[in-house]
Structures are given as structure tokens and as C-alpha cells.
């Protein structure tokens, strides 16, 4: 644990334990909101090939969870950390254009 302490550059176990608790939650959450979107969308195994409904539902899912992230991350008192993650992560994607600063 003091891996991730020291990594994440957080000072307490209880910062870690609600990290792993938001990244488990909003996993879930982004799962179960993506579920009835692809049913209004009348994506479903018996309407097309699951070769092409699990690949869009997990689509569907990513922007779900980058969005939630944040949020539940707040819930538990840890937006810091969860918006510098997105910010980091985003970048990577090669969507760090969103956060710069204008200056």
C-alpha cells in the first residue's frame, strides 16, 4: 500500500481504500446506465450479433465512465486525484487539448 501512497502522492489508507471503492463503483454504474441507452438505441443480443452488440456497448461504456469518474470520485472526497487521473489519462488518449490552459 505504500506503493500507492507514495505514487498516487496521497498520505492515507483511507485515500486508497475510497480510490479502489470509486473505481469499482463507477465500473459498475457505467455498466448498468449503458444497459437500458442500448436498449432505447434497440440494441440487443437478439437484435444483432453479439460479435457487434458487445464491442458497441463497450463503447458505449467508455465515455460512461470517463464522465462518472469525477463525480463518484467527488462522492468519496477524492475529486483531486480523480480529475488529475482524467486529465492524465485523456491526454494519452490525445484529448489533452480539453484541459489547457489558455494563458
Known sequence: MEKLKKRWNIDNNWSVVAIFIVFAINGSFAAWVAKPITSFLGLSPATISAWIYWPLRILL??????????????????????????????????LGFLFKDEN
Open 61 to 94: 461504456i467508455f465515455p460512461i465512465y470517463q464522465l462518472t469518474l469525477p463525480i463518484v470520485g467527488w462522492l468519496f472526497g477524492q475529486f483531486k486525484f480523480f480529475w488529475a487521473f482524467e486529465k492524465k489519462f485523456l491526454g494519452r488518449l490525445g
